[in-house]
């Protein structure tokens, strides 16, 4: 629920054209071999999302990385990386400071409303 009422929101916002978003809650052994497969790197990630509109996310690997305790901390930390994903999708990316900067004060945006 939590993540069509963020969906909304980033269309809004950004005016995010693909019609479906796919999100998919994985464990690491799924997410490293995916990140492997796509990205080149032999290591789990906290989040991947697709040119296509699919985002994949990894609780497991958000607790470690993010050292969180509670499942409220995990849940709240997936909500922000689902929006990083959506904003990947609508064309940002965080190559350069100055992208990540205009990246991060999006996803601030969308977040915040």
Not at 65 to 73: F, Q, T
């Amino acid at each position: 629920m939590i993540f069509e009422v963020l969906l909304r929101k980033t269309r809004k916002v950004l005016k995010l054209k693909e019609e479906t978003i796919s999100l998919a809650i994985i464990n690491e052994r799924e997410m490293r071999n995916i990140n492997r497969q796509y990205q080149g790197v032999d290591a789990s990630t906290d989040v991947l999302s697709f040119d296509y509109g699919e985002i994949l996310l990894c609780p497991a690997h958000i607790k470690k990385k993010y050292c969180l305790k509670s499942a409220r901390e995990i849940k709240e930390k997936m909500r922000e990386l689902f929006v990083h994903g959506l904003v990947h999708i609508a064309g940002f990316d965080h190559k350069t400071r100055k992208d990540e900067e205009k990246m991060s004060k999006v996803e601030e945006k969308i977040l915040a409303s």
